[in-house]
């Protein structure tokens, strides 16, 4: 069983997307440019190694299972076999986790996936932490980078469309 067999999660997260952008009204803020990013030290932490899974710090994928599967803040969207999937919102989520169970090839792994806004341009970020073996992850992540992808475009097709 493969990643793609998360349709109806992966669907919902990609319609609510769209909703999440048709609705989201634009400031004049969002027209101003933005001054350069501060490049990031050349030594120690940083942002990214500290907020290195969905904006949180990072943590074995066992750990990450545990944090997200017992918050109060989601709820459970899928379950099969595989995968147990879960979204701060059911009907338009902006968050989605989604794990590995116990008999999946990659188990241990988490991967996120979230809605990104700057501006007019909507993206799917995508974090995995996959503790199984170096090739069942590797399947995994590639499995879930062409679901992202295909999500993507599926909002970005939205969007172009509703900007005519």
């Known amino acids: 069983m493969t990643v793609a067999r998360l349709p109806c999660a992966a669907q919902v997260f990609a319609a609510a997307l769209f909703a999440l952008v048709a609705m989201s009204p634009a400031s004049a803020e969002e027209n101003l440019v ?14 990214d190694a500290a907020q290195g899974f969905c904006g949180d710090a990072t943590a074995p994928a066992k750990d990450l299972i545990a944090r997200y599967s017992a918050s109060a803040n989601l709820k459970q969207v899928y379950k099969s076999g595989q995968f147990v999937a879960y979204s701060d919102n059911e009907k338009a989520p902006t968050l ?52 992202t992808a295909r999500m993507q475009a599926e909002v970005d097709s939205r969007i172009k469309s509703d900007g005519k």
């Open 34 to 47: 933005a001054p350069a990013p501060t490049p990031p030290p050349a030594a120690g932490p940083t942002k």
């Open 96 to 147: 989605m986790y989604t794990f590995t169970v116990e008999g999946q090839p990659a188990h241990p792994a988490a991967v996120c996936r979230r809605v990104v806004k700057d501006g007019e341009q909507v993206t799917i970020k995508m974090d995995v932490v996959c503790d199984g073996e170096a090739e069942s992850c590797n399947k995994l992540k590639n499995d879930f980078n062409v679901m």
